[in-house]
């Protein structure tokens, strides 16, 4: 018995077979896909780095061969070529809107190392700074000092430096300039200006400062607090007059550089783009016209990523492409330039998750599930009642049997009250000590029975009653997946975020299922039970059935951004392996670096344990066992060597 996946149109006899496109269509895998990820035609998932079909990496080849070389899901596979290509995108998008609108300013990009601070990454992103130009932004005092060492060698790279900044903070910055980084330091709060002269003073430089500002205009959806009269961060309009006043009076108006703002993450409405750049230009004129050698408007972050693929103004979308971001922040930034008669600014953007989003994939593995549609056996449920004493046989149990045997299609709705009727009257009864677990297992058999006759017949007949609308999910199966929500998802739990969720093979064939997935943290918490889908989200997600002793792999996208530096150690699951995959000029694919996860005793040291220290308690715990003759010597060594194993392992099931 199967539940027939969501969406699945009706196919007729002459369209016949299932192929691997009905299956994209079904994942909505061309949608958030973007031309990086598509389907081989044996049913693989493929990731595409530079979108050319004929250049294409098989996930489930890539997941084969590392199993074959020990390494086990769950991996986080890093497609470093993607990441280049979205360099690539962001650059090539503003290089035509430029071209287009005769602009004479310059474009750069500081990638946010906040975003995916990983090593690999930032070091990939400053090697590719001669080809593409950009730069890099720090938040905080470690990113700071990551960025500094990160760029020697680079002084010509830009380095922004945003968030809450100290006299320490600041100082470092200033001998950082001297050092000969081009580094600028934006001013949050009044009080951080005040140092910046101090600083500047005292070691004789002339630093590049920025103002951040609180615009009126706000982003849009989750983030939206980020911007606005009220956020957290940013000068008032009065704070950036007193500001230029001040700069002015000890002969600093000239290192007033760039104005900045920042919108929020994931902007999925452009006209919130529109506005605020237009404001930022306002007030980069008026300080332009104060006297400020102002020639930088840095308009921030929040380029957003089509996660569902629906390209609309929805929290997991964006209704924009980059084309017309680029567009649309270069036009209204000359236009108000041109009006204002000041020279065309040059444009800063912190785009971080567009940058690294898609560029990671996590690959797990599914480690079994729980079913709901176990066949009641009313044969054997009518003896077992009968064999009861008359006054102890419960009625709900025969209520449920009768319901279960009346079905028909006109009558579903009222054997569905019925049945909701006697499956309460059970719990009651069982809570009440009047009914015996046998009995209450045999109500849940038939509940759940008479649940999927009815979604069954009622999706033969082609309309789902409004009561039945909870079915569907009430029914689905769990699968479960080698993985923690909660290091390698994070914003899955925390925020609702959706990421698409897709079989990496077996897409040739029908998906016969549908379930939730939940990870292996022993944490209700730890689930996904909300999928993409074009329209709207969908609560259930189409998978195939399991086969006997063949491993299922899921690949969860578009998680480059923020989840693997977000992402906790619940539950002591550490990093998963991650790999760096190239793509080959002869077409193949290789494995460029391996990043070994976490080992057990590496987490149980982030909690302060202390894995030789642990070893050596329970040798001593272990050897009084031998020795009082609770454990045999050949036991204890086998659980010594379990023990020691398990230290130097992975912290996810091998
Ligand atoms: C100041 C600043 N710049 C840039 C970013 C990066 O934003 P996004 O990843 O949405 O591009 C953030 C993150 O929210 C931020 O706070």
Known sequence: MTVLPQNTKKRSFIEARWTAEDTANLYGLRDWGKGYFGISPSGHVTCMPAQDPTRAIDLFEVVEGLRERGVHTPVLLRFDDLLEQRLRELRTAFDQAITDNEYSGKYTCVYPVKVNQQRHLCEQIRDLNLKFGFGLEAGSKPELLAVLALTAGHNHMPIVCNGFKDSEFIETVILATKLGRNILTVVEKYSELELIIEHSRRYNVRPQIGVRAKLSARGAGRWETSGGLRSKFGLTMADIVQASERLREVEMLDCLKMIHCHLGSQVYDIRNFKHAVTELAYIYAELRRLGASCDTIDIGGGLGVDYDGSQSAWDSS?????????????????????????????????????????????ICNVLGRTRFDVKPDVKKIRTELEALEPEKQPQPVFDLVDAYERITDRNLVDVYHDAIQARDEAMSLFSLGYMSLPMRAHCEVLFWSIGREILERSMRIGELAEEFEG???????????????????????????????????????????????????????????????????????????????????LGIFLVGAYQEVLGDLHNLFGDTHVVHVRFEEDGTWSIDEIVAGDTVAEVLGYVQFDADQLLRTLRRDVERAVKTGRLEAGDSKALMAFYEDGMQGYTYLE
């Open 471 to 553: 079915l569907p999910v009430l029914l689905s199966d769990i699968y479960f997946c080698n993985f923690s929500v909660f290091q390698s998802a994070p914003d899955s739990w925390a925020i609702d975020q959706l990421f698409p969720i897709s079989p990496i093979h077996r897409l040739d064939e029908q998906p016969t299922r549908v379930g939730v997935l939940a990870d292996i943290t022993c944490d209700s918490d730890g689930k996904i039970e909300r999928f993409v889908d074009k329209r709207e989200e969908k609560k259930i997600l189409e998978l195939h059935d399991l086969k006997e002793g063949e491993p299922y792999y």
């Open 318 to 362: 964006i209704n924009y492409t980059i084309a017309e971001y680029a567009a649309d922040v270069v036009y209204r930034i000359k236009n108000v330039c041109d009006d204002a008669k000041v020279p065309h600014a040059n444009i800063v953007s912190e785009s971080g998750r567009f940058i690294a989003a898609h560029s990671s994939v996590l």
